[in-house]
């Protein structure tokens, strides 16, 4: 087993912490002072250390600026007071985590457990920064481009750490494969992920599915329920769509955030868990506070280490190495290859993909289906899209008309329009637009034949 040394000038909580330590089988050696410490250090590297913040001599922080002494040994701070400001400063110091005092027992268990040396991680992300310089990919991810690779960094950087991560970014750009390629890379890596998102879960049972519930807690609940918290218990929760959470819930998760405990509904007895949050959200949340639909304190729990992901239109040439990527996997999964013609791979680079990488991966496998042939050209590839960032008042002024160029294959509606008429001029305009060629038709929306048939029946009914 390992070797941990733990740094506290409290002799009990130095005892307590020792005890712990040593049922899980390591071997434990205890200094009062960073001046002992530096001895202990200096005599054999131990697999751990749990560092007291506040010391006779100094502050903890002293200790951890000495890289080559704590090189290849991972560091825990221990705390009267967890702070976002702490957080951060940890993290860029080189500390893997932070322990609240007194230290909860089961906290520590799930430290001791995830022990991994900081050389081996960083043997592991050299790995993976080669098979990103070979192929393009940086674990699931894909991509070459300069705010790619800051996004790499990032990840690469927050990863070895237990720092909440917050991601930000638009619909279909890849939130959930960065949390999990931060899970992928941690110390939490064999323990569960799970993702849960809050937009899609019913408002009266959102409290039930992330804390759990009792046994007769609400009508229905004919058996105790665990909750994400406790099944994703030593691992990673990724809360997607963060902002679109009911706002007295906002105030539980906060509770989990500052304390590591929470309570099943129905139920009075506290629960700890040992999970780390990474949070995701479409929309602006600064934004969203000043709507009031996210509490200022949870964002400021939440945003301690912000990535931010770019659309696929300001990717440059990473659309075409997806969209080949996208295309080997159809091409693996029918056992068929086939390839995009040098137009098909030009226009895919001149569309301004307002779905972003998932609108791409469902135009790949349209254009799969329906070229009768190996090449895959232009024809079943979408025409240039409205110009990105183009204002939403000028959309709404505009009067529901064809533009004058037929071919440009652009549709101006105004806001307000019902849905029913909307999806009338959409499907009447792309099937002119096809030269009322159905199966294009039906292939450029993403429906079905049936369901086209039965439109344009409707519509000349």
């Known amino acids: 087993m390992g070797h941990t040394v733990i740094v506290e000038d409290d002799e009990d909580s130095a005892r307590m912490i020792s005890t712990l330590i040593g049922r899980e089988g390591h071997s434990v050696a205890t200094a009062g002072s960073i001046q002992a410490a530096r001895r202990l250090l200096a005599m054999q590297s131990p697999d751990l250390l749990l560092l007291d913040l506040h010391l006779p001599d100094g502050s903890g922080f002293e200790l951890l600026r000495d890289v080559e002494l704590l090189s290849d040994v991972e560091v825990v701070l221990m705390t009267g007071q967890a702070s976002v400001e702490t957080s951060v400063q940890a993290l860029r110091m080189g500390a893997a985590d932070y322990l609240v005092k007194p230290v909860s027992p089961v906290h520590l268990r799930g430290l001791l457990s995830r022990l991994i040396r900081p ?155 040992d999970v780390r949050i990474i949070a995701a959200t479409n929309r602006d949340a600064a934004r969203a506070v000043e709507r009031g639909t996210l509490r200022e304190d949870l964002l400021y729990r939440l945003n301690v280490f912000p990535i931010g992901l770019p659309p696929l239109r300001e990717r440059g040439t990473d659309v075409q190495l997806i969209a080949r990527s996208f295309l080997q996997d159809m091409g693996a999964q029918e056992r068929q290859e086939k390839h995009f013609t040098e137009g098909a791979l030009a226009r895919l680079l001149d569309y301004g993909w307002p779905g972003n990488v998932r609108e791409l991966r469902n135009v790949v496998q349209r254009a799969w289906v329906m070229a009768s042939g190996k090449a895959i050209d232009e024809e079943w590839l979408p025409v240039q899209a409205r110009p990105a960032g183009a204002a939403v008042e000028e959309v709404a002024a505009s009067s529901l008309r064809r533009l004058p160029d037929a071919d440009a294959g652009v549709l101006n509606i105004p806001v307000g329009v019902p849905l029913a008429d909307v999806e009338r001029q959409v499907i009447l305009a792309t099937f002119a637009h096809c030269g009322q060629h159905k199966e294009r038709t039906a292939a450029m929306l993403g429906i079905s034949m049936k369901t086209l048939y039965n439109r344009l029946k409707d519509y000349r009914s």
């Not at 481009?145 to 930000?168: D, K, L």
């Not at 609940?221 to 819930?249: I, K």
């Not at 105030?251 to 509904?265: A, D, N, S, Y």
Request: aromatic fraction near 8%.
């Open 119 to 273: 050389s081996r991680l960083r043997e592991e992300l050299a790995q993976i920064t080669e098979q990103w310089r070979e192929t393009g990919r940086f674990g699931d991810l894909i991509g070459e481009s300069e705010t790619m690779q800051r996004v790499y960094r990032q990840i690469s950087r927050v990863a070895g750490t237990a720092v909440t991560v917050f991601i930000h970014g638009e619909s279909g750009t890849g939130k959930e494969l960065v949390a999990r390629a931060v899970h992928d890379m941690s110390r939490r890596r064999e323990q569960p992920f799970l993702a849960v998102n809050c937009g899609a879960l019913s408002p009266h049972l959102i409290e039930s599915e992330i804390f759990g519930h009792e046994k007769g807690s609400f009508t229905g609940a004919e058996r105790q329920h665990q909750g994400f918290f406790e099944r994703a218990h030593g691992g990673t929760l990724f809360l997607d769509e963060v902002t679109e959470m009911p706002l007295e819930l906002q105030v539980k998760l906060l509770r989990v955030l500052e304390t590591g405990t929470f309570m099943r509904v129905g139920s009075t007895q506290l629960q700890q868990t």
